[in-house]
């Protein structure tokens, strides 16, 4: 079965090239709906069905990979930041403290389907004004959820979960996703 991507991200390519599959690149580009009334897990998971499903309408006989990412932090959704004063206000506010990096996945083949939602937490050390905007003018904060990479920052003291699953894609979760759907 010849696997698609339907992400734009560069990171998520990475992430499962590492992984080892051959897969093709095949962005969505459909408008994502959040529907708040959901439980956040499957909100999630539902915006990273969207991606894949508008994909698998013109690749039905594919196994169509979405994906979504968001950050929470005490109670409240931070998406990619709408600009530079966001971010900063973003990576303010997670300084010193947790916050929870959800990843929604969903796989898309035929007339079936497999959605999981990884959730690692994530630890800041505390920050100074100054490095915060160091940061966003030297990195592409804006292209990120909650604003900063954990692969091109030193803001994080500590994890739980899955390292993959911040940048965008748990490989854990993918190959158990993988060996689930090898009957299909
Ligand atoms: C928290 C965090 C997010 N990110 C990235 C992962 C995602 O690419 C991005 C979140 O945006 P998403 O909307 O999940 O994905 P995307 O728009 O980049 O790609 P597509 O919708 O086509 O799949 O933030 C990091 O690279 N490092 C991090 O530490």
Redesign the pocket.
Known sequence: MKIIL????P??KEILEEIGYQFEVI??YTQ?YFDPALPLEKAIQLVAYQ?AADVHAKYPDDLVI??????SFQNKIY??PKDEQEAFSFLRDFSGKYQE?M?GICFLYKERQLCHTDITK?WFRDLSDEEIWDYIHTHNAL????A????DSDFISHIDGSLSN???LGKESIVEMMKKISDW
């Not at 979405?66 to 950050?71: E, H, M, Y």
């Open positions: 339907a992400s734009q991200s990171r998520r962005p969505s994502e991606k979405g994906a979504d990412t968001i950050v998406g990619k990096v990843t994530v292209d990120k959820a909650g900063y990479g954990i692969q911040v940048v965008g």
